[in-house]
């Protein structure tokens, strides 16, 4: 799971294309994609004003999710105990790969009943981040990374509607047309030597 911003084509862009001049406040929304990464296809999306924050809003991205999860990746923006308790208790027996911010401590109850991030805290401070994250499969992130960059080569990095509503439509659509081109193939990789 992971999001991106996306412009919005309105009036100050009209502006500044027709007659050279900058409007002082830009507006965006942020798009919020979460990938299998089994299949490729996008399995949950919501587009959100900009003030949202990613924990807010994954209860509306569970919420598009019928089959079970037994993985959940995403980035540090995403942790927290309300993202963890949310995910744990729609899904039983989850492994959740977020990483914590460089100045997390593990709980006071680690040594005796750790919790899944107090392990990743103490992981990361015994082994260093990298090998963290080869350790967990976190890298895999990656693959949703792409999609970002798919979204904005393909879609493009700006909506073009002018209502929010509108503008939930047009990321549906988008969502459905890259999800219809991954149907059609992936790129497969075999080792040869």
């Known amino acids: 799971m992971d999001s991106t911003g996306l412009k919005v084509f309105g009036a100050g862009e009209w502006l500044e294309t ?7 406040r830009r507006s965006w929304r942020k798009l919020h994609l979460g990938l299998d990464l089994e299949t490729g296809q996008i399995e949950c999306s919501e587009l959100t004003t900009d003030d949202i924050g990613d924990p807010s809003a994954v209860p509306d991205l569970l919420d598009q999710i019928d089959e079970p999860v037994h993985r959940f ?21 989850v492994e959740i790969i977020i990483p914590p911010p460089k100045t997390a401590v593990a709980g006071p109850e680690a040594e005796t009943t750790p919790t899944a991030r107090d392990l990743d805290v103490l992981a990361i401070k015994a082994h260093g981040r990298m090998a963290w ?10 693959r949703v990374e792409t999609q970002m960059g798919r979204w ?13 509503n509108n503008q939930r439509t047009e990321c549906r659509i988008g969502v459905s047309v ?16």
């Open 73 to 93: 990746l995403a980035d540090g923006a995403y942790d927290g105990a309300a993202t963890r308790t949310e995910i744990v208790q729609r899904f039983a027996d």
């Open 152 to 164: 904005k080569s393909v879609i493009g990095e700006r909506l073009r509607s002018r209502t929010l």
């Open 178 to 193: 890259l999800n219809k081109m991954t149907s059609l193939g992936r790129p497969t990789f075999e080792r040869i030597s």
């Open 133 to 142: 994250q080869k350790s967990t499969g976190y890298n895999q992130r990656a």
């Open 18 to 24: 027709k007659h050279g001049k900058t409007s002082r």
